[in-house]
């Protein structure tokens, strides 16, 4: 039996069933159709629609709220109006004014030569790090820039991609101050004085460019020779502490030489003074010795003559023993020896 046979009337009494079981009337479908009730049209129902889309649009952009490490920039049509501290603050809704809210304290970073991030090894960028000292030698170095927004102002209006403007920034200043530096300042001692440049100058060029920002520090986290000669760097780093250490030794020793030879020198020239003063003041009392034996001797010649002599033979003499006879002297006491073992002692 065809599947249509089933929806169909199997008389043609039964097709004419229909309300008042005449047939002539409508005819029925076999379900209900729902009825849908549209209701009727007011014009004090748009009213209350606009209402709703303005408090929609209205109530959200009429207030914002400023943390307390940030500033509220506010504009009009697109231009500058004020700024708002920190707190709820109430302003016009878009497209009227807009406000934004930039974070002024807090302190950014932007990495030149290499990229760091959490979980993650440190990704280099040779073509940020690689540069040209002043001796045509090339050097590696990953430089940190930490930098926070001074004015909050010309921070949105001038200035587009921060980030990137800091980053170019610093390699551009970097670039030249090591161009000026050799690879011996920039590898050791110069490491403090290229920090202060390029912070100072890096300042300056983003307030040239009037981007609201300031430095705050600017640190060099690796400084070394490329790796294909790092090796060789070492090398020669070995040999320049050998020579220092080798300096310094002999820097050493001479400090403790010189002061040495110099109070020997000191001493001897003392010495040398007090024999001068020593063989001055021995001639001038010779001299006045001899003043006064010639005073004496021209007050009494002979006895002045004989003391002198005396005296003279005594200097000569030392130690022989003397003995002073009259010219009367006689018989066999003046040729015996009258040493200490004949008579007891000297005469």
């Not at 690796?222 to 780093?237: N, R, T």
């Amino acid at each position: 039996m065809p599947w249509d046979d089933l929806h169909e009337a199997k008389g043609p009494e039964d097709r004419f069933k229909g309300s008042g079981g005449g047939g002539g009337g409508p005819l029925k479908p076999p379900f209900d159709i729902p009825q849908i009730k549209i209701p009727q049209f007011k014009p004090s129902m748009v009213l209350w629609i606009i209402l709703g889309l303005l408090v929609v649009w209205i109530v959200p952009g009429t207030f914002y709220f400023v943390e307390p490490d940030e500033e509220g920039v506010v504009t009009r049509f697109g231009k500058f109006h004020r700024t708002a501290s920190p707190g709820l603050h109430f302003k016009f809704p878009s497209p009227i004014e807009h406000a934004a809210t930039p974070a002024i304290r807090q302190v950014r970073r932007a990495e030149i030569g290499f990229r760091a991030s959490e979980g993650r090894p440190i990704q280099k960028v040779p073509a940020e790090s690689l540069m040209l000292t002043g001796d045509q030698n090339i050097i590696d170095i990953n430089l940190v820039v930490q930098y926070r927004i001074m004015d909050s102002v010309a921070f949105l209006f001038n200035v587009r991609r921060p980030h990137k403007l800091i980053r170019d920034a610093a390699e551009t200043v970097i670039r030249g101050i090591t161009g000026s530096k050799n690879i011996d300042e920039a590898l050791t001692t110069g490491k403090a004085e290229i920090q202060i440049l390029a912070q100072e100058q890096i300042q300056a060029l983003l307030d040239k460019y009037e981007s609201g920002l300031q430095i705050v520090t600017v640190q060099l986290q690796d400084v070394h020779p490329p790796e294909q000669v790092a090796a060789a760097f070492k090398d020669v780093v070995s040999a320049r502490e050998d020579k220092e250490r080798m300096i310094n030794e002999a820097q050493g020793y001479r400090n403790a030489v010189i002061p040495e030879a110099r109070g020997q020198a000191a001493q001897i020239v003392r010495i040398a003074e007090g024999y001068r003063e020593q063989a001055i003041k021995r001639a001038e009392g010779d001299a006045n010795r001899f003043l006064k034996q010639y005073e004496a001797y021209k007050k009494a010649p002979e006895i002045t003559r004989k003391r002198i002599y005396l005296e003279t033979m005594e200097e000569i003499l030392p130690n022989i023993n003397k003995f002073i006879m009259g010219k009367q002297g006689s018989g066999v006491l003046p040729i015996l020896p009258l040493g200490g073992n004949l008579l007891g002692g000297n005469r």
